[in-house]
């Protein structure tokens, strides 16, 4: 081994080089910066105090529906009403997102009351919220 491969190494989360000192130790693997952030920013879906929140903000804003949200956001909740609900896989394919990503716009979602999950035959849909 030389000195250079002593001072580089890969993130086991996204694979991506860098100096060996730069990783941090989380859950037994070295991850990059950008990987510890994108795990530990998650938003929680099922959070009553969010949920109340939004609720009040978009109220005293006058938002009604998809008003207010990013042009992400609309596109998926635009996606789902469409189809009257979609898995997380067909999202994620639609919308090309990382799970983090998906779960965090998810969750943005749920919080305005716009789509919840629900449990089918065949697994768990997102689907608009009035279902």
Wanted: glycine letters at 8%; charged letters at 35%.
């Amino acid at each position: 081994m030389t000195d250079k491969d002593e001072l580089v190494a890969d993130c086991e989360r996204c694979g991506r080089e860098f100096p060996a000192e730069e990783l941090i130790e989380e859950g037994g693997s070295r991850i990059c910066e950008d990987c510890y952030i994108s795990a530990h920013s998650r938003i929680k879906a099922c959070d009553p105090w969010a949920v109340r929140s939004k609720k009040i903000l978009r109220e005293k804003a006058g938002l009604v529906g998809a008003e207010g949200l990013t042009d992400v956001q609309k596109e998926i909740y635009d996606f789902i009403v469409s189809k009257g609900g979609a898995t997380r896989d067909e999202i994620a394919e639609r919308f090309s997102l990382p799970p983090e990503e998906l779960e965090n716009q998810f969750a943005i979602l749920r919080h305005c009351e716009l789509v919840k999950g629900q449990k089918r035959k065949d697994g768990v849909y997102i689907v608009p919220f009035e279902e």
